[in-house]
């Protein structure tokens, strides 16, 4: 081998230079457009040939891909799932019982500092009642709707 290891890259460094697929990159080194070279399970691929490539495709006016979605659900066990639900209806609870409070304190005659102080204080537990619902509906909507799993092909083909 004339050329040592560091003068080639990987196919993800080369699709992001190129922007492009992976599987392009791939098929440039079938077609022998690239040179490559095999070092355990991975194909690298060669810097100048990528650069070379580049420069043809005229890649800086080429718009950035984007990245690949991953479809691995992360999959949490029912039980804790609810407890999940259950704390946040908990707090919820919790933060409807001091909006209350503090509405209760704005209605009475206030100094105007004071009532700023309360005005704010109900604006903050509002917002976080606000995520905290949304949290909440995430959550069970995660747990209605099954889990999806990628095309078969997608499963297959790299």
């Known amino acids: 081998m004339t050329d040592d290891v560091e003068s080639y890259m990987t196919v993800e460094d080369a699709a992001a230079y190129l922007r492009t697929s992976i599987r392009t990159v791939h098929r440039n080194g ?38 690949q979605p991953q479809h691995r659900a992360e999959m949490v066990p029912a039980s804790d799932l609810m407890d999940r639900i259950w704390e946040l209806q908990s707090r919820l609870e919790q933060q409807a ?8 304190q704005l209605d ?45 092909w997608r499963r297959l083909l790299p």
């Open 108 to 152: 009475q005659r206030l100094l105007p500092d004071e009532e700023r102080d309360l005005q704010r204080r109900l604006a903050t537990a509002e917002a976080e009642r606000n995520m905290m619902r949304q949290r909440l509906e995430a959550i069970e909507q995660a747990q209605q709707a099954p889990a999806e799993r990628p095309p078969w």
């Open 30 to 67: 079938e077609l022998g457009k690239v040179r490559t070279i095999r070092v355990g399970r991975r194909t690298l691929f060669h810097k100048g040939d990528i650069e070379r490539m580049g420069k043809e495709q005229d890649v800086t006016n080429k718009p950035e891909r984007p990245a």
């Open 97 to 104: 019982a001091m909006i209350g409070r503090l509405q209760g």
